[in-house]
Nanobody, 121 residues
Framework: QVQLVESGGGLVQAGGSLRLSCAASGRLFSINAMGWYRQAPGKERELVASFISGGSPNYADSVKGRFTISRENAKNTVYLQMNSLKPKDTAVYYC???????????????WGQGTQVTVSS
């Protein structure tokens, strides 16, 4: 009923940039929040950046000043511009959205399939 489709991952050298995109589609009665998480091998999934409707962006300390999250509401799309990438940014990046599919349903969290970001030194 809801799909989050990510794109933009890849391999980049340290100091380089990548831009991730995530488009939500399907039954989208309302979207409360959209954001990005990442999971490196052997580590837990962690928040990278997120938007809550009507609020300011929220960033992990490790990416502040390097990553920028933005949202295009008309397209139900969220972007993550990643600059000055470091090898420690290597991870699978997941898009997340909190969505209601109808006024009768509660908010649910949805996840994209993940996109690999690899930063070489």
């Amino acid at each position: 009923q809801v799909q989050l489709v990510e794109s933009g991952g890849g391999l980049v050298q340290a100091g380089g940039s990548l831009r991730l995109s995530c488009a939500a589609s399907g039954r989208l009665f309302s979207i409360n929040a959209m954001g990005w998480y990442r999971q490196a091998p052997g580590k837990e999934r962690e928040l990278v950046a997120s938007f809550i409707s009507g609020g300011s962006p929220n960033y992990a300390d490790s990416v502040k000043g390097r990553f920028t999250i933005s949202r295009e509401n008309a397209k139900n799309t969220v972007y993550l511009q990643m600059n000055s990438l470091k090898p420690k940014d290597t991870a699978v990046y997941y898009c997340n959205a909190r969505i209601r599919i109808s006024i009768m349903r509660a908010w649910d969290d949805y996840w994209g399939q993940g996109t690999q970001v690899t930063v070489s030194s």
